[in-house]
């Protein structure tokens, strides 16, 4: 392509979806899964600190869901 040379991977992402080899969408799950987890972690590490009961919902609602829901 042009004198450009292309790189094999073994994932490619497409308007922000994860594929495999197999176009299967189980790398995309593991990924959302895994952003998902940061964000649950990043809520306990709050909680511990003695953070309002209120602004711990706040952290969980925008955290947590926003990757499984994008």
Excluded: C, W
């Amino acid at each position: 392509m042009r004198n450009n040379v292309l790189i094999r991977t073994n994932v490619m992402t497409f308007l922000g979806e994860r594929f495999d080899r197999s176009l299967s969408f189980k790398e995309h799950v593991d990924h959302v899964i895994t952003k998902a987890r940061k964000g649950l972690s990043a809520v306990r590490i709050m909680a511990a600190s003695n953070i309002e009961q209120r602004l711990l919902i706040l952290l969980i609602y925008g955290l947590v869901p926003s990757p499984i829901e994008y």
